[in-house]
């Protein structure tokens, strides 16, 4: 081997070095531009969850670790339902760095001051926590045979009122856009609106131009840290920076 002439033509050195360096200095701004646009992303979207005892016992600590910001927690249905998990899942979630709050399915057949009363003798008052949510949606009967919107007012502002009253804070409407539109317009312009809109990738605004506050993007969520017979869970987002979510809601 010794004395074999090298198939490298030396004129071709600097060439290959700088083709190198220029390989190089196009990884780093890719790299820190993917880094930018991870960390605009992360300050962004607040991710979140809303479960039930659909979804058994929950590991809070596990759920926690996956990036989850926020958890909604069914409290109660109608007049007189307690979801059999609430008080554990109450309890259990206070020991993590999840933000924490509690919703209310509506009935159609009660009054709102009477659910409201149910709400109020099971979700404790605490500025820890988010504020009290009210679940608006078309169930069962009234899928097909919605009640009429005069109707439906009065058992809203009963519930919204005596809920207001007795925790300090306007509670949280959740909907859809349908129902929204049904029973919700221009009537309720103090209240946040948590949206459920599972078709767009990022709903701006309302169809009447109003702001939502929480999004739920998906309601076929999977994650670790729970054990029911229901395998998905429902994921949301907040519509802000995480800073942000905390100067609103703490």
């Known amino acids: 081997m010794k004395g074999r002439k090298s198939m490298v033509n030396k004129k ?14 196009v990884a780093v701004i890719y790299g820190c531009t993917n880094m930018y646009n991870n960390t605009q992303s992360e300050e962004r979207y607040v991710r979140g969850v809303d ?5 058994g016992e929950i590991d809070w600590q596990t759920l926690a670790e996956q990036n989850i910001d926020f958890a909604y927690i069914k409290a109660t249905e109608g007049h007189d339902y307690v979801d059999s998990q609430f008080k554990t899942n109450w309890e259990k979630s206070q020991d993590t760095d999840i933000k ?8 159609y057949d009660t009054t709102g001051k009477s659910q409201a009363e149910n709400f109020i003798a099971n979700v404790p008052v605490s500025k820890d926590n988010l504020p009290p949510v009210l679940d608006l949606e078309l169930y069962g009967q009234y899928e097909e045979n919605a ?17 207001e009253e007795h925790y300090g804070v306007k509670p949280i409407i959740y909907t859809s856009q349908r129902v929204f539109n049904m029973y919700i317009g221009t009537d309720y312009k103090d209240y946040k609106v948590w949206i459920v809109d599972l078709d767009n990738s990022w709903p701006e605004k309302l169809p009447n131009g109003t702001e939502f506050t929480f999004w739920q993007y998906t309601q076929r969520g999977i994650l670790d840290g729970y054990n029911g ?22």
């Open 12 to 25: 071709w050195i600097p060439l290959a070095a700088g083709i190198g360096i220029l390989v190089l200095i």
């Open 51 to 55: 479960l039930s005892a659909y979804q």
């Open 147 to 163: 009640l009429p919107k005069e109707q439906v007012k009065v058992i809203l502002d009963e519930f919204l009122k005596t809920i």
């Open 229 to 250: 017979n229901e395998t998905f869970i429902d994921m949301d987002l907040y519509k802000g920076t995480y800073d942000e979510f905390l100067k609103e809601f703490f």
């Open 100 to 107: 924490v709050g509690a919703y209310h399915f509506l009935n």
